[in-house]
């Protein structure tokens, strides 16, 4: 029975001791991870983008803004109330970069030849009115000496 207490009793013996060959840990400058962690840790960094009430809504399009030539804006504001997957951001008419409101009121002007009549007809319509005035007086004398010879013819004959 001794035998079996001594057995029994005593404590294994430990053959590894863990012991700290260095002092401190350096928290401030850390020593660089084996490459196979690195490369875990580089896999498994976040990335933060910005959010999204600060990009622009090209960046948030997910489709690509269409390139074309149509003849007028109008048709094409036509074509995109059939077509509603399409968005109209902005435009390029004659050199000029336009905003979609700006296209809108574009879309709602006349063509040129239009545009080129009105204005003639405005500027005749000014002159009209300034050769109505200058000849008035010229007409209001020539109804009064009508008037007045019409006066004396009546005078004569009485």
């Known amino acids: ?6 057995g ?3 404590p294994p013996a430990t053959f590894l001791i863990a012991k700290r060959f260095r002092g401190k840990i350096n928290i401030q400058k850390p020593r660089k991870p084996h490459f196979e962690r690195q490369l875990l ?5 976040p990335i933060y983008r910005p959010p999204k009430y600060t990009l622009p809504d090209v960046v948030l399009c ?3 803004i269409i390139f074309g ?3 007028s ?3 094409m504001f036509k074509i995109l109330k059939k077509a509603p ?6 435009g390029i008419i004659q050199d000029r970069l336009m905003s979609k409101n700006e296209l809108l009121e574009f879309s709602k002007l006349p063509s040129l030849d239009v545009a080129r009549s009105q204005l003639c007809n405005v500027l005749q319509s000014a002159a009209v009115c300034l050769v109505k005035q ?5 007409q209001a004398l020539v109804s009064n000496l009508e008037q007045h010879l019409e006066i004396q013819k009546g005078d004569d004959k009485q």
């Open 41 to 45: 840790l580089d896999f498994t960094k």
């Open 69 to 71: 030539q149509p003849e």
């Open 62 to 64: 997910g489709k690509n």
């Open 134 to 138: 200058l000849n008035q007086s010229q």
């Open 73 to 75: 804006a109008d048709k």
């Open 85 to 90: 997957q399409l968005i109209v951001m902005a």
């Open 1 to 6: 029975m001794a035998s079996l207490n001594k």
């Open 8 to 10: 029994l009793l005593q």
